[in-house]
């Protein structure tokens, strides 16, 4: 149960009394009105029979770990909020609106004006009996003050903070930027203009530490595009709203955290990117690209470019990327399907497919921004000038090959579907790859002399590297496979270590 405090000189007794037993102490603060002595609840079921707290009061509440209390709101006492404050230590409160039957209603972390401090704001439509379950993170105990006050008028100038309310709103003006604060998990809506042609939405004179969200939504709450970091500064955000979308439309503006900014709509002045194929019907019917060649891109959101490619061993791989493109590439058939897809491989958010002259032509790659989202970046082929590998690359040739030799890193390049096999010395030894080069993410496998599995590893080294202890037991002969996950291409450095290492 919670106990009253009522700061007297027993006060330190009663604390460490309480602490000993793991219960929370809750008193009014002096400096705030006095309520009718009441232990708050630490279950629901006992809160409804406790009076309500009462509006412009503050608890100071200490939590043993793992505990919550529960606090009964007024019923019709206009709008208000609840907010934590005077967190003490590495306290983190998280502070739920509960109905009666225990359904969250609303929840807030870090949306207070104090770090890691929690606040809700409780409008008067809300239907009571409603309560407070406040909590710390991660099952922690510490001490915070809880204030109930009456919410200040709003300020009609204020954006609308739900979708309902900016569908009564006038739309956005073009060009006329809109001042905008917002709490922690506080969100901003606007009403979208009819008939507009293509636009801009972006965030701009970002307030230190702001990092802005922006949210195409339609008119039932469907997120149709997103964007985090694609403005011109840092951490601001841009997004392109087509002129063709259906109307009405929405934006929802929101923050890492709170902040403050600027939002504008601006007209979409860029000069549409060059032409390119943007189906596989389309990319049959337009020559393929040429080794060498290099094509400049820019997609609006949902957009993809498909390009016939030439034959031989050749890599295609995005760069240049701008805006924060983050680029995805997939290799078709001819029949439309996917055959392998690759996102980061080729560095950063850039990505990289090797096809090898012996797969089947014609073949296919689809570029397309990760989420379906806009960017611009240009895509290549080049010539895979590799040449064969100087490894083993079955079971079978690495029977009649050299052991791999303890403390000599090999270099190994593998196209997709491609393996590398080594013979194992005698005794115990730990294998490891390093080294991995454009988002590679290796798998040792652990075989025995007839290809069967003994023991495997994915990401036991560093990051996406594989780490492999191999206790040397089996006396049949053991093999290593090194490998790519998604039999994938890729690059690395494999190193047999003495055990222990």
């Known amino acids: 149960m919670l106990r009253p405090n009522t700061r007297q000189a027993t006060r330190p007794a009663a604390m460490l009394a309480a602490a000993l037993l793991g219960f929370a102490i809750l008193h009014p603060l002096p400096a705030m009105a006095q309520q009718p002595a009441a232990p708050p609840a630490m279950e629901l079921a006992d809160a409804l029979s ?44 998280v502070m739920a609106l509960l109905d009666s039957q225990g359904r969250v209603l609303d929840e807030d972390d870090d949306g207070g004006e104090e770090n890691l401090s929690s606040r809700i704001e409780i409008g008067a439509e809300q239907r009571g009996p409603l309560f407070l379950r406040l909590g710390l993170l991660e099952g922690g105990g510490g001490r915070f003050d809880l204030t109930l006050a009456q919410a200040p008028a709003a300020d009609p100038k204020a954006p609308a ?84 979308q259906r109307r009405p439309l929405f934006l929802r503006a929101g923050t890492m955290g709170g902040g403050s900014f600027e939002l504008v709509l601006q007209p979409d002045t860029a000069p549409p990117g060059p032409s390119f194929p943007r189906s596989l019907r389309e990319a049959m019917a337009a020559p393929a690209l040429a080794v060498g060649q290099s094509v400049s891109l820019r997609l609006r959101r949902g957009q993809t470019a498909v390009f016939g490619l030439p034959e031989g061993d050749i890599a295609v791989f995005t760069r240049n990327l701008r805006r924060g493109a983050d680029t ?41 921004v990760i989420g379906d989202g806009a960017g611009e970046f240009d895509i290549m082929v080049e010539a895979d000038t590799a040449g064969p590998p ?16 303890p403390g000599a890193a090999v270099p190994i390049r593998l196209r997709r579907g491609q393996s590398a096999y ?36 994915d990401d036991g080294g560093d990051g996406l590297a594989s780490r492999l202890a191999i206790d040397g037991t089996n006396k049949g002969g053991a093999f290593l496979r090194a490998g790519v996950l998604g039999d994938g291409a890729g690059a690395f450095e494999l190193i047999l270590l003495p055990s222990g290492r």
Request: charged letters at 25%.
């Open 161 to 244: 903070r739900t979708l309902a309310e900016a569908a009564g709103r006038a739309p956005l003006v073009v060009g006329e930027p809109q001042h905008v604060t917002l709490r922690g998990r506080q969100e901003a809506y606007f009403r979208m203009p009819a008939n507009a042609p293509d636009l801009l939405a972006v965030t701009r004179g970002l307030a230190a530490g702001t990092d802005t969200v922006l949210t195409l939504m339609d008119a039932n709450g469907r997120e149709l595009g997103n964007d985090d970091d694609g403005g011109d500064e840092e951490l601001a955000s841009r997004l392109e709203v087509p002129g063709a």
């Open 422 to 457: 080594f013979m194992l010395p005698p005794g115990a030894h730990v294998a490891a790859t390093r080294e991995l080069r454009d988002g590679t993410d290796t798998i040792l496998e652990l075989l025995d002399a007839n290809g069967q599995m003994l023991a495997e590893d």
């Open 390 to 405: 100087t490894f083993p690359t079955s079971l079978q040739a690495a029977q009649a090959a050299p052991m791999l030799q």
């Open 50 to 93: 406790q009076p309500a707290m009462a509006v412009d009061t503050a608890l100071a509440i200490e939590l043993a770990p793992g505990q919550s209390a529960f606090i009964r709101l007024p019923d019709g006492a206009g709008d208000l909020v609840a907010e934590t404050r005077n967190l003490t230590g590495d306290a983190d409160t």
């Open 328 to 368: 995805v590439l997939t290799l078709l058939d001819a029949q439309g399907q996917e055959v392998s897809e690759d996102d980061d491989g080729g560095g950063g958010l850039a990505s990289r497919i090797e096809i090898a002259a012996g797969d089947p032509r014609p073949a296919f790659v689809r570029a397309r």
